[in-house]
């Protein structure tokens, strides 16, 4: 107890030196805990910029449609569905979609595409489609005979705003139907496969040229933390089986974009590690030197009866005082720049002009707070703490007295 | 001037422990930071000739505007003397030649759009390794005349199997309708399914006798030796080849690729900046501590009547030889260390083990060095270990000297 009081008095008794390892290990404790929410923010941007074109976060079709794109192939109940993506609180959005591969065609040329009727306002918060427009307007719930398209389509056809074009489909009663629609808005994602070969109109005009009465294909989820994808999938499997819905993750739809995140994580991480082995010798030579310095005053402390293991207990103590201050400074500095970096986002473009290019890109990065990425650097810092300090003040016990005490 | 020089380099040995921990801090750091930054560079090259494995190659040389229409009637009119072109190029592992075509495949009830690519086998698979991710039956031999080797999801689709004969129909260069009946002998899966669902595989003289192609082309693809060189190489081609010809590098044929690198290289930035910061916290704080604990010895300096400035400037060089000798240290330490990995690579399996199953990700990282980047982090370094002593170097020259010799105290 005695020792917890001299130790805690030494920590006071020389404010600079404490400061300055108070700061060493508070300043790299913050600057560590920011990079380590910088790059679980980067994970989840990746993912949203990943999903973020067609997918959301899961798709529910019927059956077989996967396969074939098949207009039959429709979801019979998806009312069913939708109350119940209304009612989960982890759902953020959802969008209803009918897809169909057709054939439009212009004066001047034809192409196969994938038609998607959407309900546009839904689709806005799900896909960035509707952020990607470069010419006309994005789509009205209102439209009958409006139709978007892609940037390189648009070339490809030769076709320009307000121009009609003619798309084909088979329909879900056989027939073979055809309806012209004038081009309301061009967009432009960056993503040429896209630009290519989507092609958007309204969910009630892909309904009727298909003649699916109120039938829709696909339903696309998009949930507030991405994280609870499986647990949302596994309870839509629970409640709606897995005989007619096929439900799927876009971790199932797309397994290489799953391996790419998954290794730019592992690479992140492998980051970390080196960084953390910086700083905690950073942290270690200002320890280190700040124990080795009182080696006279260790001496002059055994000279007057002290024992050397009482030494060795004192600068334990003090180093565990210095560490938790430094610990907890550090973590409030560091939550309070992720804080405020949070709220403004850190834009990416403005790294990389080149980036401004692809407009569908998601370009801000939030950084994220996850409790157990501050509490293992900060214990792991005060364990390097502790073990630190503990080999200068033994080598001292060690020493006779006056050795000590004439040590420079 | 001199004098202090001399001063300063025999307290940095005087206080050999304390200026190891100095180096010791500088040279990590510095360390550190090289390979973090070759580590990233070498991370963004993997994900590049991953990628272009697949199916674009890093070049690919057509007739001008073949590549948005996949025209039949754009092909290269004389591949061969294109060929001999390249073939004294030096920066190339190996190209061949491809036909390139959207058609319509139809098995049993179903029809539908495919892009059709002719390859010549052999050197195909010395560019791209489609081949290796054969899930079902085996990739194209260069006798397989009626072959075609299709994706999953095209199969899945179709509901093809191995020895399933499907039809081809498509626009010859002829102005004909060319049309052929194909046996499936494999089926791959790249993971990808904008491949997976789309391109089919025949060789180059099925798919010449289908689109009235013979002895043609509708582009060669190019596999350089280097990814760094594609730049070069692809405007020194597109001059050589000049007018009518377009030499697309991977950027053009993949853009989203090439965000994708941006991307990423702007993620590190982010990163290397705040690495930065830590390291340069850590060398502060230990210039910092070691000016601090020698109050009592800038005391006793000024009381023999040694200047204000002179001892700041005392300081400031001390940090200046130590920066120097950490920076060297840490820089040579970096550049062997990384050279070693980046003949080495790292191998990631060891840390995920699907890695090992799957030929579609990058799995051994080669870190990349580079001088440029080595000068920029070794000049940031010292400059940081200079300033970091300015502070308490100004501080250390307004002590009173009676009162830093007795109490060694600051204040």
Redesign the interface.
């Known amino acids: 107890m005695l020792f917890l009081k001299i130790a805690w008095k030494n920590v006071l008794r020389r404010p600079t030196r404490t400061a300055i390892t108070v700061s060493a290990i508070g300043l790299g404790l913050a600057f560590f805990v920011l990079l380590w929410s910088l790059a679980d923010g980067l994970y989840a941007q990746l993912i949203n910029n990943s999903i973020g074109f067609q997918l959301g976060h899961l798709q529910i079709n019927a059956t077989g449609f996967r396969q074939e794109y098949n207009p039959k192939i429709a979801l019979n109940e998806s009312d069913k569905i939708t109350d119940w993506l209304e009612k989960d609180k982890r759902i953020k959005n959802y969008s209803k979609r009918i897809e169909t591969p057709a054939f439009l065609y212009s004066a001047t040329g034809s192409m196969g595409i994938l038609l998607t009727g959407i309900n546009p306002s839904e689709e806005a918060k799900v896909t960035v489609i509707s952020r990607t427009i470069s010419a006309g307007d994005y789509l009205d719930e209102r439209d009958e005979r409006s139709i978007l398209i892609g940037k390189y389509l648009a070339e490809n056809l030769g076709v320009d705003l307000g121009e009609k074009l003619i798309v084909t489909v088979s329909a879900a009663d056989g027939t073979l139907a055809q309806e012209a629609f004038r081009v309301k808005g061009i967009f432009n994602t960056g993503v040429e496969n896209f630009d290519k070969s989507l092609v958007f109109i309204t969910l009630a005009s892909a309904q009727r040229i298909l003649t699916l009465e109120k039938k829709v294909s696909t339903i696309a989820v998009v949930l507030k933390e991405g994280a609870k994808v499986e647990e949302v999938e596994q309870d839509l499997k629970n409640e709606f089986g897995n005989v007619i819905y096929d439900i799927r993750s876009w971790k199932e739809i797309m397994p290489i974009i799953v391996q790419m995140i998954d290794l730019f994580n592992l690479i992140l991480y492998l980051v970390l590690e080196i960084v953390f082995v910086v700083m905690a010798i950073g942290v270690s030579n200002t320890i280190l030197m700040s124990v080795i310095e009182r080696t006279r005053e260790f001496g002059m402390l055994m000279a007057i009866g002290t024992s050397g293991s009482r030494i060795v207990k004192m600068v334990i103590f003090e180093s565990i005082f210095i560490g938790i201050i430094g610990i907890i400074i550090g973590n409030a500095i560091g939550i309070i720049l992720i804080l405020a970096i949070g709220r403004i986002g850190i834009d990416l473009s403005l790294i990389s002009s080149a980036l401004r290019n692809y407009p569908g890109l998601m370009r801000m990065v939030y950084p994220v707070i996850v409790i157990q990425h501050l509490i293992i650097p900060s214990l792991l810092l005060l364990l390097v703490n502790v073990l630190v300090s503990l080999y200068p003040s033994v080598k001292a016990a060690r020493l006779k007295p006056m050795e000590a005490i004439r040590f420079i | 001037m001199k004098t202090f020089i001399k001063i300063a380099w025999r307290n940095i040995f005087r206080n050999w ?2 200026s190891f ?2 180096i ?2 500088i040279a ?2 510095l360390g ?1 930071l090289i ?2 930054w070759a ?2 560079d070498g ?1 963004n090259q993997q ?1 590049v000739s991953t990628y272009t494995s697949f199916l674009s190659g890093h070049i690919q040389i057509h007739k001008t505007g073949f590549q ?2 996949l025209s039949v009637f754009r092909a290269l009119d004389n591949p061969s003397a294109i060929l001999s072109e390249i073939a004294h190029q030096e920066n190339i592992e190996e190209f061949s030649e491809r036909i390139e075509q959207r058609v319509l495949l139809s098995f049993a009830d ?1 029809t ?2 495919a892009i059709l690519m002719g390859v010549d086998p052999e050197k195909e698979s010395k560019i791209t390794t489609l081949w290796k991710m054969m899930e079902h039956g085996r990739f194209l031999g260069p006798a397989d005349q009626s072959g075609i080797v299709v994706g999953k999801d095209l199969a ?2 179709f509901n093809l199997s191995l020895g399933s004969e499907v039809s081809v129909l498509a626009q010859a260069a002829d102005g004909s309708l060319g049309a052929a009946k194909f046996k499936v002998i494999g089926i791959y899966h ?5 491949i997976d669902r789309v391109y089919v595989f025949v060789t180059l003289p099925a798919a010449q006798d289908l689109f009235a192609l013979w002895g043609r082309a509708t582009g060669i693809v190019i596999k350089a030796k280097k990814i760094e060189s594609v730049t070069n190489l692809q405007s020194s081609l597109s001059k050589e080849l000049g007018q009518g010809i377009e030499v697309l590098d991977w950027r053009k044929i993949i ?2 690729l090439e ?1 994708s690198v ?6 590190a ?3 290397l900046a ?2 930065f ?3 340069a ?3 502060l ?2 210039v ?3 000016v ?2 020698r109050v009592r010895e800038f005391g006793i300096m000024m009381a023999l009547g040694t200047a204000n400035l002179q001892i700041t400037m005392l300081v400031v060089m001390e940090a200046f030889l130590l920066g120097t000798v950490g920076v060297i240290l840490g820089g040579v330490g970096g550049l062997i260390v990384t050279s070693i990995l980046g003949k080495r690579g790292i191998d ?1 399996t060891s ?2 083990e ?2 090992q199953a ?1 030929p ?3 799995d051994i ?1 080669y870190p990349i060095l580079r001088l440029d980047r080595i000068i920029l982090l070794a000049g940031l370094v010292l400059m940081v270990t200079i300033f970091a002593s300015i502070y308490p170097a100004v501080k250390a020259a307004r002590y009173q000297p009676v009162v830093a010799i007795r109490t060694g ?3």
């Open positions: 422990r304390r921990f100095a010791l801090a990590t750091g550190a390979f973090v580590f990233v991370t994900e948005r229409e179903k539908s759009g899945e689709r790249s993971g990808i399914d904008t853009p989203e965000t941006i991307l990423h290289e702007v993620e930035t982010i990163i705040i690495v910061l830590i390291v916290i850590g060398i704080n230990t910092l501590m070691s601090v604990e990631l840390y995920m699907f890695l799957s579609r990700t990058p990282i105290e600051t204040v």
